[in-house]
């Protein structure tokens, strides 16, 4: 079986653009997760889609968005970048609603100049 | 406050130590996390408990509900344990520690 994938892995923007970001799950998991993690700290919940839908969200403007494909698949889109943003971005995938666990991407690394 | 606080931050010890790393916070959960991380980013899962006690390998880690506070030991440490070891609670979501940075030395 496939672990978590996220593309690109790295990524440079300039501010004021948007990004969208990919994270493909693993399979048999219908939840995922997004987590931003800035440099030196442990990572922020962004949000988290269940079956396409968005249920749970953290403290996070409303320009970080996010979209969960029917094969479960998963984009966050972030518009109006800002400098602050430049982080590691971490999507899991789990097969309930995390209490069975999570399995985690490599992640990655935007960079806004 | 953060909801979670890992001790210490930073941890260098010799190939061969007994490693321990803490974990407390402070909010009802429902399971804890302990995950490692690789320079390169990606994060696995090393322990998810939600009470006693889990062994994998050299890795032990403990939980006790009723002090939250959780431990992460490391038995025979070494070099290839180098990482970023991070204590996540489930509550709703996931919360996180700011992780404890370990290198050991040969």
């Known amino acids: 079986e496939t672990g978590v994938t996220q593309s690109p892995t790295h990524l440079i923007k300039t501010r004021g653009q948007q990004v969208t970001l990919r994270c493909s799950s693993q399979s048999g998991h219908n939840t995922v997760s997004w987590y931003q993690q800035a440099l030196g700290q442990g990572p922020q919940f962004i949000f988290q889609y269940y079956r396409e839908e968005e249920n749970g969200r953290g403290n996070f403007p409303p320009r970080f968005s996010g979209l969960q494909f029917p094969n479960y698949s998963s984009e966050l889109n972030v518009n109006a970048l800002e400098l602050d943003d430049s982080a590691l971005y971490l999507c899991?995938?789990?097969?309930?609603?995390?209490?069975?666990?999570?399995?985690f991407g490599s992640g990655t690394r935007l960079t806004v100049v | 406050k953060n909801e979670v606080e890992q001790s210490p931050q930073n941890l260098t010890a010799q190939e061969g130590e007994f490693i321990t790393i803490n974990c407390s916070y402070s909010v009802g959960i429902s399971a804890l996390h302990w995950l490692q991380q690789h320079p390169g980013g990606g994060i696995v899962s090393l322990f998810m408990?939600?009470?006693g006690k889990k062994k994998h390998g050299r890795l032990i880690a403990t939980i006790n509900i009723q002090e939250k506070h959780s431990s992460l030991h490391i038995t025979a440490s070494h070099p290839r344990d180098s990482a970023v070891y991070i204590c996540a609670v489930r509550y709703q979501k996931l919360v996180f520690g700011q992780g404890t940075r370990l290198t050991i030395n040969p």
């Open positions: 899991a995938s789990s097969p309930g609603q995390g209490e069975l666990g999570y399995t």
């Open positions: 408990l939600s009470s």
